[in-house]
């Protein structure tokens, strides 16, 4: 995360232009945020992406949407044996990226 990150996320839509690390407040409606502020954000913002690091490394290990669409359609059939199998393939993977406490 970044000064970029921290301004859009405390001041949304507003008007500003950074040049290096100078910040230039151009907006008439919000006030510009404090150094202080935007350091706090960024280290907010850094914690939160961190702790989401458990859905990042799920995703590309779950099964694939197509993998899904074929076994509910043989569920519907009345066969849960693929459905069965795409169920226990993502608790596998749930269980190798637990979410954290």
Same mark, same amino acid.
Request: glycine fraction near 2%.
């Given at each position: 995360?970044?000064?970029?990150?921290?301004?859009?996320?405390?001041? #949304?839509?507003?008007?500003?232009?950074?040049? @290096?690390?100078?910040?230039? *407040?151009?907006?008439?409606?919000?006030?510009? #945020?404090?150094?202080?502020?935007?350091?706090?954000?960024?280290?907010?913002?850094?914690?939160? +992406?961190?702790?989401?690091?458990?859905?990042?490394?799920?995703?590309?290990?779950?099964?694939?949407?197509?993998?899904?669409?074929?076994?509910? +359609? *043989?569920?519907?059939? @009345?066969?849960?044996?693929?459905?069965?199998? +795409?169920?226990?393939?993502?608790?596998?993977?749930?269980?190798?990226?637990?979410?954290?406490?």
């Amino acid at each position: 995360m970044n000064k970029i990150d921290a301004i859009r996320s405390l001041r #949304p839509d507003s008007e500003w232009v950074l040049r @290096g690390d100078v910040l230039e *407040w151009m907006d008439s409606t919000q006030t510009e #945020p404090t150094e202080a502020e935007i350091q706090a954000e960024i280290v907010r913002l850094q914690a939160d +992406y961190d702790s989401k690091q458990y859905q990042r490394n799920r995703q590309p290990e779950y099964p694939s949407l197509a993998t899904f669409a074929d076994a509910y +359609y *043989w569920a519907q059939k @009345g066969d849960n044996t693929k459905m069965d199998e +795409y169920v226990a393939s993502c608790d596998a993977v749930k269980a190798k990226y637990p979410k954290p406490e």
